[in-house]
């Protein structure tokens, strides 16, 4: 079985638990996968036995390239083995820079670490390497691959890498990949847009996933309870969410809402509940494990996630496997995961009124929330189960590798 690495920016991260499950997978198909982070986690992040392992047995790009000895004879073994390589990458690096001295130093830095990184990958007699997220790590893999002449492959997720796919070069990423697994058909669309036709035919759709069973547990419905899992970043839009709450709460007085998650956000969001008069009503409980989370879900009534930009949220998977309905919005590849009306309830972006409308509607009809729930379960067994996705990828890589890549953009079986 081919020896495989992943990179991303940063692993193992409590936000990030779908990669850490897909290394997994892999593993359990017989892949020797080595993992490989730019930077270090912070220790908030290991919030589980599985973090904490994958921490202690990842290597870490960054911290290698800081040892100067280090960074020298990976830059003399580089130049000794293919001098043509390594002076590629560094005209690629340059080519690539969005422009401007700031971008171009940053340009040099990608360059270094590739250089640090395809030694370490040499040295563990890597064949492929499968990066996530197409921005600042997937830069370093392409320059990798340039140097080393190990393939790489990435999983395109979205949506921030959309906002600026020039800066990112996300054209030159996908013409110099072996394949691109996207997460969704909005994102493979998105992926057509910044490529050339010719390169179309290796966009495949790879779900994430999770394991369905995980989450199968007695549910103690009380009926007033949300739960919201994600960082606390703008992007997440929790203040339309607090905004609907105080009107919610005016119907529903024993509503609560617990907030699984951190970040930048936190400070000023607990202060704001504060402010409308929503302290009793919400509670910031921090990072939590996979356990914790699974856990979480068997004790409320129904996940609400009002984002304004997501892939395909896993955490979204992680609920419709618990039985719960979820209210999201109808944005890039979400409506793929949740039909209105049968798994959840969808509504536009930043609007309140529709969000505090679809709440209600879920806490006051106790038959929808089982039927909805049911139903949710039965979407993700059948479309974003982990052992799945991760099969349809292990496909990928080995037909990839040994040069015969399968032609469909999913599994033959769901043609």
């Given at each position: 079985?081919?020896?495989?690495?992943y990179l991303t920016g940063e692993y193992p991260r409590a936000?990030?638990?779908?990669?850490?499950?897909?290394?997994?997978?892999?593993?359990?198909?017989?892949?020797?996968?080595?993992?490989?982070?730019?930077?270090?986690?912070?220790?908030?992040?290991?919030?589980?036995?599985?973090?904490?392992?994958?921490?202690?047995?990842?290597?870490?790009?960054?911290?290698?390239?800081?040892?100067?000895?280090?960074?020298?004879?990976?830059?003399?073994?580089?130049?000794?083995?293919?001098?043509?390589?390594?002076?590629?990458?560094?005209?690629?690096?340059?080519?690539?820079?969005?422009?401007?001295?700031?971008?171009?130093?940053?340009?040099?830095?990608?360059?270094?670490?590739?250089?640090?990184?395809?030694?370490?990958?040499?040295?563990?007699?890597?064949?492929?390497?499968?990066?996530?997220?197409?921005?600042?790590?997937?830069?370093?893999?392409?320059?990798?691959?340039?140097?080393?002449?190990?393939?790489?492959?990435?999983?395109?997720?979205?949506?921030?890498?959309?906002?600026?796919?020039?800066?990112?070069?996300?054209?030159?990423?996908?013409?110099?990949?072996?394949?691109?697994?996207?997460?969704?058909?909005?994102?493979?669309?998105?992926?057509?847009?910044?490529?050339?036709?010719?390169?179309?035919?290796?966009?495949?759709?790879?779900?994430?996933?999770?394991?369905?069973?995980?989450?199968?547990?007695?549910?103690?419905?009380?009926?007033?309870?949300?739960?919201?899992?994600?960082?606390?970043?703008?992007?997440?839009?929790?203040?339309?969410?607090?905004?609907?709450?105080?009107?919610?709460?005016?119907?529903?007085?024993?509503?609560?809402?617990?907030?699984?998650?951190?970040?930048?956000?936190?400070?000023?969001?607990?202060?704001?509940?504060?402010?409308?008069?929503?302290?009793?009503?919400?509670?910031?409980?921090?990072?939590?494990?996979?356990?914790?989370?699974?856990?979480?879900?068997?004790?409320?009534?129904?996940?609400?996630?009002?984002?304004?930009?997501?892939?395909?949220?896993?955490?979204?998977?992680?609920?419709?496997?618990?039985?719960?309905?979820?209210?999201?919005?109808?944005?890039?590849?979400?409506?793929?995961?949740?039909?209105?009306?049968?798994?959840?309830?969808?509504?536009?972006?930043?609007?309140?009124?529709?969000?505090?409308?679809?709440?209600?509607?879920?806490?006051?009809?106790?038959?929808?929330?089982?039927?909805?729930?049911?139903?949710?379960?039965?979407r993700v067994a059948a479309e974003f189960d982990i052992q799945?996705?991760?099969?349809?990828?292990?496909?990928?890589?080995?037909?990839?590798?040994?040069?015969?890549?399968?032609?469909?953009?999913?599994?033959?079986?769901?043609?």
């Amino acid at each position: 079985m081919p020896k495989i690495a992943y990179l991303t920016g940063e692993y193992p991260r409590a936000t990030d638990t779908f990669i850490q499950r897909e290394v997994a997978a892999l593993r359990g198909q017989g892949f020797e996968v080595t993992t490989c982070s730019i930077r270090r986690t912070g220790a908030e992040h290991l919030v589980g036995p599985e973090q904490k392992t994958e921490a202690a047995n990842t290597f870490y790009v960054l911290s290698a390239a800081a040892s100067p000895m280090r960074s020298v004879r990976a830059h003399w073994r580089a130049l000794r083995r293919d001098a043509g390589g390594w002076w590629r990458g560094l005209r690629l690096a340059l080519r690539t820079s969005p422009g401007g001295a700031r971008a171009t130093l940053y340009q040099l830095f990608y360059f270094a670490e590739a250089v640090v990184l395809a030694d370490h990958l040499r040295a563990q007699n890597v064949q492929h390497l499968h990066n996530h997220i197409a921005k600042a790590s997937c830069t370093v893999a392409m320059l990798c691959q340039e140097i080393s002449g190990i393939p790489y492959s990435f999983t395109l997720h979205g949506p921030d890498i959309f906002f600026e796919p020039l800066r990112w070069r996300l054209d030159q990423k996908i013409a110099r990949a072996s394949f691109v697994a996207c997460i969704s058909e909005f994102c493979r669309s998105q992926g057509m847009v910044f490529s050339a036709p010719q390169d179309w035919n290796k966009l495949h759709i790879v779900h994430c996933g999770v394991s369905p069973d995980r989450y199968e547990s007695p549910r103690q419905r009380a009926g007033n309870k949300a739960l919201f899992v994600g960082r606390l970043a703008a992007v997440k839009g929790v203040p339309v969410l607090f905004e609907a709450l105080k009107s919610l709460v005016q119907t529903h007085p024993d509503f609560h809402l617990t907030l699984i998650g951190d970040g930048p956000e936190r400070h000023a969001l607990e202060q704001s509940a504060g402010e409308m008069g929503l302290a009793d009503h919400v509670s910031f409980v921090g990072y939590k494990s996979q356990e914790e989370v699974a856990a979480a879900l068997a004790l409320h009534d129904l996940l609400v996630l009002p984002s304004f930009a997501e892939g395909v949220p896993v955490v979204l998977m992680e609920a419709m496997a618990a039985t719960l309905p979820v209210v999201t919005t109808r944005i890039a590849g979400v409506p793929e995961l949740v039909e209105d009306g049968v798994s959840g309830l969808l509504v536009p972006p930043g609007d309140a009124a529709a969000l505090q409308a679809a709440l209600a509607r879920v806490l006051s009809d106790p038959e929808a929330v089982e039927r909805m729930g049911q139903a949710g379960r039965a979407r993700v067994a059948a479309e974003f189960d982990i052992q799945q996705e991760a099969a349809w990828l292990g496909q990928l890589l080995r037909g990839y590798i040994e040069g015969i890549p399968p032609a469909s953009k999913r599994p033959e079986i769901d043609a």
